[in-house]
């Protein structure tokens, strides 16, 4: 429904910087956000999309030199 927590953490990167950027399958961006990790590089970060169609997006977290890419799917 849009709604979800991204949960997980960076290892060592206390209070880094992290980007996150939800992408759909046409490379349109439509979320970004920056938010600070926690002790231990632990991030939970609560996502609200709203109104977004069904299907397919990316998930991209990055910070410093480190990035993951994610497929997710919206139902």
């Known amino acids: 429904n849009g709604a979800f927590t991204i949960k997980g953490s960076l290892g060592n990167a206390d209070n880094a910087e992290v980007s996150l ?6 490379g349109q961006v439509v979320y970004k956000n920056k938010v600070m990790s926690a002790t231990g590089g632990a991030i939970n970060e609560k996502v609200r ?3 977004i169609a069904t299907g397919m997006y990316i998930l991209n977290v990055g ?3 480190v990035s993951k890419t994610i497929h997710i799917e919206i139902q």
């Open 21 to 26: 950027e939800i992408t759909n399958m046409l």
């Open 63 to 65: 910070t410093g030199n």
């Open 49 to 51: 999309l709203g109104n």
